[in-house]
């Protein structure tokens, strides 16, 4: 669950107070009219006021309240907001994945648009991305130290005009503290209690005070040990989970040796076997020892199995797989961060300097498939010897063998992230209501990222030389892993690319208030602002010249951009004091722009409306338009590869059952057969950037809400309505949108099927497989997302303590991708977000808390609406079954955890359980979505980590 909604600021508009202050100082505060320098500026406006107010929705999340549900960094503080966990967020799960910013970032997406149409700032003004490989374009909050947060403002409606390009879906304002009275050191604990995913933390935070200055300085080191496969059962035994018409389980045949074993029916890491790659023919060991055909110690599988009394107990005891086990499944990470900042006040300007200074390093390590293809004299077919012995028979001339075996694909990246803002603000020597404001920053990320490859030139494949392999890959040692790292010290590479991201951004900005309305004075604020920025990513050698067997290739990714953009804002009160009308306000935004990689100038605008129509009921609505031009990667992306199942891409499987009448004409003229089953080997996506294809994208957003906080009660509530369609959204189809685009439509073949390669039916390996997809980045027609924001807070000073209940909810309406120009969107061009795995229609939770004197106890719950794979119906033919039901349903989940904190003077003490009933994630079917186990891998949603407590200790000197 995610912090506060901060009743005062979210709903009612009053500032938030930085630290503690005593009676007096308030007192005296109280008697002197604020002068501009005492005015603030809020989320969402460029404005200088007294009061913290505004007209579009902002929700507020402090730190305090995040840490007392459990959550133990800056990024948690806001992926768990509702307004974002209602989609996938990138943490630190995606570690067998390609993701935009490379292995162990952690952005954040609001309404789903993704982390590039999000812009996070640190107290209002932007830092710079980090990440590696060429996908950099996001802010990594990694980077931030929790030390020196004190609050999160999210802002939840597009705010182009006031913010410049990113903030299409909204704005994350960090805030950090202006002022440390005591130096203090926290500690942090979250131990899972089935093990696994611990994570510790030391921070530090101090400050000296003086009459015209203060300085904060904080520091952090955190460490997150992994979360493997073997430390969850729901990780441990991927499964296809398919029942017949009774409900009984009718799972494949295991395909690996580990049939009559407990893990018999996992799709376990397929290895140690010898596949006759003309014949299809499988030896595996005997569980005798004996010898049958071309390997010592193996024998032919007849029928994929091979069946034996004894053989449960020889298999558990030979056939043991560790490595698979001690996948991570959540990286290891360590981080080290370093903060401080300045803050001088003179006669007339302040002078305001921070500095970030942090180090990244996060590994993953995992384990493939190597399954090289062997020809010519060390050819194994039916009846021949093992490679060239002629105990066994006779060499052969030609003939293909695929040895398969385990092999380690681990990677690691380390980063180093470095920040600083300088910048100056007072008021004209001549006025008293107008100020000014100038800021300078700059960012640099410079990162290297290094995988464990196969180097394909020494592999001995003959889909890279016709030469015989330099180890002997049919060894049994070789096949089972238990010779794995001479193979890795034979074949295997560490390589190692860098990525450099540079940011510099300057910001001038002058406000204040024109004349007088008969309501009060126009304010009105004019800016200038220009933002230089570059990428530099340079894959390994290897990566380059594509000397990588099975894995990811990338090209160089370099570009640079520029944009000079003018802005202003004004805010008019019209009416106040009337019959229905405490105050009527109107707010309007505009900003022009003008990028060097787009051809056009152009602008944008933003409109919006507060009534205040009694002391308890306020209207507030938005309006305004977005834009965004293309990011570097987007641009220069050089080309990249990986990898998806053919199952979860090709609409052609078993296509005689499809219901789309296209499919099934299309799929058949191709000579596909009906009852295809796939390809086995994973078809190679190759990515690359737009540069001269992309246009810029445009949106548009509104919103409409009313706030109710009455005055018989301590209760406030805000509900919002919220609209966004991005138009010509930048993006990629997708590899199942391409192939769904070419045998889904009317017209036959199209432009889509030129995007991916197939092979023929007669090929000798792998027929009618997808080879390739060739999916860069280009201009889709649009995405809509709409729904409903709820927040609610209650308090109240009973006779035995203080009670305080809040909560907030996402209502999803609709949340669809339109890909083609097409008002008849049906099938392939239609995608379908809402209610979707991984896109709940409703996430939310609720924090309730009672303090009485020095203890504060708080039990926190979240809640995940149900959600079902959209595309896919439940019954579907199956291996031989026609019936065959399979589960695309992930069940609505709610976890509930509790703290207590107990507090003094010099030091306070918080312990408490998340998850507190073990509530494990759903299971969906294998096929449905990209899994873990048969757990949704991009469900971001679900705690992977089980019943966990935490500890958190703090010590003021």
């Known amino acids: 669950m995610l912090g506060c909604l901060y009743g005062a600021s979210a709903i009612a508009q009053e500032a938030p107070e930085a630290d503690t202050q005593t009676s007096e100082q308030q007192s005296q505060e109280a008697e002197s009219a604020p002068t501009e320098l005492d005015k603030i500026t809020v989320t969402g406006s460029l404005l200088r006021r007294v009061e913290y107010d505004s007209i579009s929705p902002v929700q507020v999340v402090t730190a305090d309240t995040s840490v007392a549900v459990g959550q133990v960094d800056a990024g948690e503080f806001l992926q768990k907001a509702s307004v974002a966990a209602g989609s996938t967020q990138i943490n630190n799960q995606f570690g067998g994945f390609v993701v935009e910013g490379g292995l162990g970032v952690q952005t954040v997406g609001l309404r789903g648009l993704g982390a590039n149409r999000t812009l996070v700032l640190l107290d209002g003004r932007r830092p710079g991305p980090s990440g590696t490989r060429g996908q950099v374009g996001a802010f990594d909050l990694s980077m931030l130290p929790t030390s020196v947060i004190q609050r999160v403002e999210i802002l939840k409606d597009g705010a182009s005009s006031i913010y410049g390009s990113d903030a299409v879906a909204g704005v994350a304002n960090y805030i950090t503290r202006r002022s440390v009275d005591r130096p203090e050191i926290t500690i942090n604990g979250r131990i899972p209690f089935d093990g696994g995913g611990e994570n510790y933390s030391i921070s530090g935070a101090t400050g000296w005070n003086f009459d015209n200055s203060s300085f904060v300085l904080g520091a952090e080191w955190q460490k997150y040990e992994p979360l493997k496969v073997g430390d969850r059962d729901f990780f441990r035994c991927p499964r296809d989970l398919f029942r017949d018409e009774n409900g009984n389980i009718i799972d494949r045949e295991d395909r690996s040796?580990?049939?009559?074993?407990?893990?018999?029916?996992?799709?376990?890491?397929?290895?140690?076997?010898?596949?006759?790659?003309?014949?299809?023919?499988?030896?595996?060991?005997?569980?005798?020892?004996?010898?049958?055909?071309?390997?010592?110690?193996?024998?032919p599988r007849a029928n994929g199995r091979y069946d034996d009394p004894n053989g449960e107990a020889f298999y558990e005891d030979v056939l043991n797989y560790d490595f698979y086990g001690n996948q991570y499944i959540l990286n290891e990470s360590e981080r080290y961060k370093l903060y401080g900042s300045a803050h001088f006040a003179f006669q007339n300007f302040d002078w305001n300097t921070q500095v970030l200074v942090a180090h990244r390093e996060t590994s993953s390590e995992r384990f493939r498939q190597f399954f090289p293809l062997i020809g010519g004299s060390t050819a194994l077919l039916p009846g021949y010897g093992y490679a060239n012995d002629p105990t066994y028979a006779a060499p052969v001339d030609s003939g293909l063998?695929?040895?398969?075996?385990?092999?380690?694909?681990?990677?690691?990246?380390?980063?180093?992230?470095?920040?600083?803002?300088?910048?100056?603000?007072?008021?004209?020597?001549?006025?008293?209501?107008?100020?000014?404001?100038?800021?300078?920053?700059?960012?640099?990320?410079?990162?290297?990222?290094?995988?464990?490859?196969?180097?394909?030139?020494?592999?001995?494949?003959?889909?890279?030389?016709?030469?015989?392999?330099?180890?002997?890959?049919?060894?049994?040692?070789?096949?089972?892993?238990?010779?794995?790292?001479?193979?890795?010290?034979?074949?295997?590479q560490n390589h190692t690319g860098r990525t450099v991201y540079d940011q510099t951004v300057f910001t001038g900005i002058v406000n204040g208030e024109l004349f007088e309305l008969p309501a009060g004075p126009l304010s009105s604020a004019f800016g200038i602002e220009y933002r230089d920025f570059s990428i530099d990513d340079q894959p390994s050698a290897l990566s380059k010249n594509g000397d990588l067997w099975g894995a990811s290739s990338a090209q160089t990714t370099k570009g640079d951009d520029n944009v000079t953009e003018l802005f202003m804002e004004f805010e008019a009160p019209l009416l106040k004091g009337l019959p229905g009308i405490e105050s009527l306000t109107v707010n309007a935004s505009a900003r022009w722009f003008d990028y060097d990689s787009v051809d056009d100038s152009d602008y944008v605008w933003k409109t919006g409306l507060g009534w205040q129509m009694t002391p308890s009921f306020r209207v507030r609505a938005t309006r305004g338009t977005s834009y965004r031009a293309p990011g570097l990667y987007e641009l220069y992306l050089g080309n990249q590869t990986a990898f998806l199942s053919q199952l979860s891409i090709d609409p052609c499987i078993d296509w005689q059952n499809s219901t789309n009448s296209n499919v099934r004409a299309n799929c058949a003229a191709d000579g596909i057969p009906g009852d295809y089953a796939g390809g086995a080997s994973s078809a190679l996506i190759v990515t690359g950037g737009g540069a001269g294809v992309l246009k810029p994208e445009t949106s548009e957003a509104s919103t409409i809400g009313v706030v109710f906080t009455p005055e018989f009660a301590d209760f406030s509530v805000a509900l919002d309505y919220f609209s966004i369609e991005v138009n010509d959204q930048i993006d990629r189809l997708g590899a199942g949108a391409i192939l769904g685009g070419c045998y889904g439509a009317p017209v036959y073949p199209n432009a889509f099927c030129n995007l991916f390669d197939r092979n023929s039916g007669t090929d000798p390996t792998a027929p009618n497989a997808i080879t390739e997809v060739r999916d860069s980045y280009l201009n889709v027609n649009k995405q809509r997302t709409r729904g409903y924001d709820l927040l609610v807070r209650y308090e109240n000073d009973l006779p035995i303590g203080q009670l305080e209940i809040e909560g907030q909810f996402t209502y999803v309406m609709e949340d669809f991708q339109l890909l083609f120009d097409s008002e008849q969107a049906s099938g392939f061009d239609l995608d379908d977000f809402n209610g979707d795995i991984t896109r709940p229609k409703i996430s939310g939770n609720v924090r309730t808390a009672f303090k009485r004197n020095d203890w504060t106890y708080t039990w926190f719950v979240d809640y995940v609406h149900g959600t079902n794979a959209l595309e896919l119906s439940p019954s579907t033919t199956y291996f031989g079954y026609p019936t065959a039901v399979r589960d695309v349903v992930a069940e609505r989940t709610v976890y509930h955890g509790f703290s207590v904190r107990y507090e003094q003077p010099d030091w306070s003490l918080l312990v408490g359980v998340s998850n507190l009933f073990d509530e494990d994630p759903p299971e969906i079917s294998s096929g449905v979505r990209n899994t873990y186990g048969n757990v949704p891998a991009f469900a971001t949603q679900y705690d992977w980590y089980g019943r966990t407590g935490f500890v958190r200790f703090q010590y003021k000197f």
């Open 401 to 492: 063998a695929q040895p398969i075996m385990p092999f380690r694909s681990d990677s690691s990246e380390k980063i180093d992230y470095y920040y600083v803002n300088s910048g100056v603000s007072g008021i004209f020597a001549s006025t008293d209501t107008w100020a000014w404001k100038a800021d300078l920053s700059y960012t640099r990320s410079d990162g290297d990222y290094t995988n464990l490859g196969i180097v394909a030139s020494r592999s001995g494949d003959v889909r890279f030389d016709d030469n015989a392999p330099v180890l002997d890959y049919f060894s049994p040692g070789f096949l089972s892993g238990e010779r794995m790292d001479e193979l890795q010290a034979q074949i295997g």
């Open 257 to 299: 040796i580990l049939a009559g074993t407990g893990l018999a029916g996992c799709n376990n890491l397929y290895a140690n076997t010898v596949i006759d790659a003309l014949f299809g023919d499988r030896y595996i060991p005997s569980p005798d020892g004996s010898t049958v055909g071309m390997i010592p110690g193996y024998r």
